[in-house]
């Protein structure tokens, strides 16, 4: 499984874009990247997923570079609310999928 | 509906105690996790159900013993647990992977706040 490696913490004020990078340097050909969000007390929730190059949805944007050895979460315009723990996951497109989290980026939005 | 539903909330138990926790979905998934979480920590996996089937135990100690009695239940059977089994026990499902990778998102439950004293 390819170890992911992501900042411990960040910081950001309201109404920033925050962009959290994750490193995935032994990525497999058919591995692909999804994010999570934990608040507190709470189960994960899915934020977006991707293979390669650009992925956007309502909430977030994911960009892959083209060596998919990293990939970067984009938050626009973050609220306080956004406040929590971002996990960068790696896994396979083929067989019994093993969701394994990394340390996650604590992020904090200050008002 | 994309909910896990995880019951207890919270669990208070006893060293000599035998509890389950439970877990259910209704959304076709056929792979079903077990986690557990420490505090200020990542998810840890413990096991992993593929078609009602056990497929992955990661070196989980026997005192934990899953079960899968249909495509949407997932129990926790808990028995002489020890203070540091106390956590975050997160039930979670999902679409087994595809060639595409795509619909694999898994869903999580809210959790059982496990305390064993």
């Known amino acids: 499984l390819a170890k992911t490696t992501q900042p411990i913490s960040m910081d950001s004020y309201e109404g920033q874009e925050v962009n959290i990078t994750c490193s995935h340097n032994n990525i497999a050909t058919n591995d692909y990247i999804t994010w999570y969000q934990q608040f507190p007390s709470q189960g994960p929730r899915f934020i977006i997923q991707g293979y390669k190059t650009k992925v956007t949805n309502e909430v977030a944007s994911l960009f892959i570079p083209a060596d998919r050895k990293s990939s970067t979460l984009s938050l626009p315009r973050v609220s306080l609310s956004d406040t929590a723990v971002y996990y960068c996951l790696v896994g396979k497109t083929s067989g019994t999928y093993k969701y394994i989290f990394g340390t996650g980026t604590r992020l904090k939005v200050l008002a | 509906d994309t909910e896990v539903t995880q019951t207890p909330k919270h669990l208070v138990m006893g060293m000599t105690n035998k509890k389950s926790l439970k877990c259910e979905q209704h959304?076709?998934?056929?792979?079903m996790y077990w986690y557990k979480q420490k505090a200020k920590k990542p998810p840890e996996l413990m096991f992993v159900y593929s078609y009602e089937k056990l497929s992955i135990n990661e070196s989980v100690p026997s005192r934990f013993s899953p079960e899968c009695p249909n495509s949407s239940l997932l129990n926790l059977h808990l028995h002489a647990l020890q203070p540091e089994d106390s956590a975050l026990y997160l039930c979670?499902?999902?679409?087994?992977?595809?060639?595409?990778?795509?619909?694999?998102?898994?869903?999580f439950g809210q959790g059982t706040r496990l305390t064993v004293v």
């Open positions: 959304m076709g998934h056929r792979a």
């Open positions: 979670a499902s999902s679409n087994p992977p595809t060639a595409l990778g795509l619909n694999t998102e898994a869903f």
